[in-house]
């Protein structure tokens, strides 16, 4: 029995139809030869989005990290070794947070509406790439992109600080699990950064995924605030946010890591179970919203 490749077909099908020099996702889609068909289609979308990316944006992202780097190295020659060392460690991670933030907002929006405004989801949507494909591929496709941006960027911050201490130290050591805790953090806000994207335009689900990352990040004050109001509406108001919007709050770690302290086991397992349960929530969100959308 003769077995089509669905994401060979979906090439074919799509190239054959496209405008000589359109440029296509469909028409440069790898084949990939392994795994069921429908993770075989999801993959093949997310290699083609990491493709994308990292060919884009990421190479200056972390051509700018470097020069803040070597910048910031600079003018703290002057200072104490445990004080170069806590600054270095804390301008790496907060800078991993800022950069990957914006990558993570700034490309999760277009990412859907880019392939929109093509006109190419009409091939890529057509039989038999499903919808959930489209979106959990474009999806990984980025959370690929973030890992190769934060690993790159820990591992400047790891390398900065051995030199300027002369050999590894418990500073050090608490790079890795926290870098790990920002990226957590990342896969949450290219979620919320995808739903947005799924129902309105680049601008607005810019503007509300940046809003959902600073009130999440804030997420402690909101609670403190709620229990300080004497307005019922207001109380009820920021109760609902705190609840209702990540708390990115729970992936904060890098105070702590530039003192030298470990995450511990148990928060970073926390962290990572409440990163899952939030991205399939608003990824099933996101695909429910696309799923009702009409591209003819």
């Known amino acids: 029995m003769k077995v089509e490749h669905p994401v060979a077909n979906l090439t074919q099908r799509s190239t054959s139809s496209l405008e000589p020099g359109e ?3 469909a028409s440069s889609m790898p084949v990939v030869h392994s795994g069921p068909p429908r993770f075989r289609t999801i993959k093949a979308i997310a290699l083609n989005t990491f493709r994308e990316t990292v060919r884009d944006r990421v190479l200056y992202n972390l051509i700018l990290f470097a020069i803040l780097l070597v910048i910031a190295s600079i003018f703290v020659s002057e200072l104490s ?19 990957g933030a914006v990558i993570s907002i700034f490309i999760g929006v277009t990412l859907v509406f880019k392939e929109i405004d093509k006109r190419t989801v009409n091939f890529l949507l057509a039989k038999p790439v499903r919808r959930y494909e489209f979106i959990i591929g474009k ?5 690929l992109t973030l890992l190769l941006n934060s690993s790159v960027m820990a591992l400047g911050t790891v390398l900065a600080l051995v030199y300027v201490n002369r050999g590894m130290s418990p500073l050090v050591r608490a790079i890795p699990a926290a870098a790990l805790l920002i990226y957590l953090e990342l896969l949450v806000l290219v979620s919320v950064a995808l739903l947005f994207s799924s129902f309105t335009t680049p601008m607005l689900s810019a503007l509300f995924s940046f809003a959902v990352f600073v ?22 108001l920021l109760t609902t946010l705190y609840y209702l919007l990540p708390n990115f709050s729970n992936f904060g770690f890098i105070a702590e890591a ?14 990572a179970l409440y990163a899952s349960i939030y991205v399939l929530v608003l990824l099933s969100a996101t695909v429910a919203i696309f799923q009702s959308r009409s591209f003819k």
């Open 23 to 25: 440029d296509s996702l």
């Open 81 to 99: 070794l445990s004080e170069e060392s806590k600054f270095i460690a804390d301008l790496g991670l907060s800078a991993m947070t800022i950069f």
């Open 139 to 143: 999806y990984a496709g980025l959370a």
């Open 215 to 236: 009130i999440g990040s804030l997420s402690p004050d909101l609670k403190v605030a709620a229990s300080m109001s004497r307005s019922g509406t207001v109380r009820l």
């Open 258 to 271: 530039s003192h030298g302290q470990t995450v511990p086991l148990r928060m970073a397992l926390s962290a």
